[in-house]
């Protein structure tokens, strides 16, 4: 086929807007299913980056992990861990890790993991204040 200016734009232009919608998204590659009763959507999730102290009853709802398929932040893959567990009727993201790992569109793209929970004694918002606790609201 000859080389032709129009046709190589069309194709550049087609694989810009493939990327486009394809690298600003990212997955969810396991999430509990979601409640029956969702709480509000400006619900806020204790994210803990360790696991919680023996004093702390919690039931697992379930494992969480997600990855962008572009590049980003850590704060991205927080947010979409919250927003699973959210779905989920969770209250809570224990034993977090974010890291970094190439993908199809960067070489460093964030992935996060950790394990949804409601946490049933004592209250959510005591156990955020407990010491020693790397913690956050998402």
Known sequence: ???SVPRLLGTLTSLGLLLSVVGCGGQTLQAPPAATTAGP???GIWV???GLPAAVQYAVVGP???RK???GGADWALQ???EEARK???NAVIDVEISFAPSFLGWATPHGKGTAVRIVSPPVE???QMPALQTEWW
């Open 1 to 3: 086929m000859p080389f």
């Open 64 to 66: 969480l992990a997600v």
């Open 126 to 128: 005591e156990v955020a």
């Open 80 to 82: 979409q861990l919250a």
């Open 41 to 43: 959507a400006a619900q």
């Open 48 to 50: 803990v980056r360790g």
């Open 69 to 71: 398929l572009s590049y």
């Open 88 to 90: 989920a009727g969770a």
